[in-house]
């Protein structure tokens, strides 16, 4: 009963973890990798963003934001994909930010 209680919570935490990386696969003696998204050439052991908005390695990217998950209902949730973040404000009047309760992600 106990490994059944352990996991259920193991279970209930994966929504909560990083669930926007892709692991990539170095070869030996590799000095450069590519990023498929932009086309560009990065050196081992290097950090950058790419325009799809992830932080990149030569061994993995993952998402630059988290996503919005619980917030009040009379209010949207904004994608700005050139500051690679969500904006949560008044369906109404987007000058009035919300509170944001539940993220995913970052």
Request: proline share 6%; hydrophobic share 35%.
């Amino acid at each position: 009963m106990k490994y059944l209680a352990l996991a259920l919570l193991v279970c209930s935490l994966l929504p909560l973890s990083n669930a926007f990386c892709e692991a990539f696969t170095m070869k030996l003696g590799m000095t450069h990798c590519k990023d498929e998204v932009d086309n560009t050439w990065h050196a081992v052991g290097s950090k950058w963003r790419n325009s799809a908005c992830m932080d990149c390695t030569c061994e993995e990217c993952c998402s630059a934001y988290g996503t919005p998950t619980n917030f009040p209902s009379d209010c949207v949730s904004v994608f700005d994909p050139v500051a690679c973040k969500y904006t949560v404000h008044k369906k109404d009047d987007p000058t009035v930010h919300c509170p944001v309760f539940g993220l995913i992600g970052k």
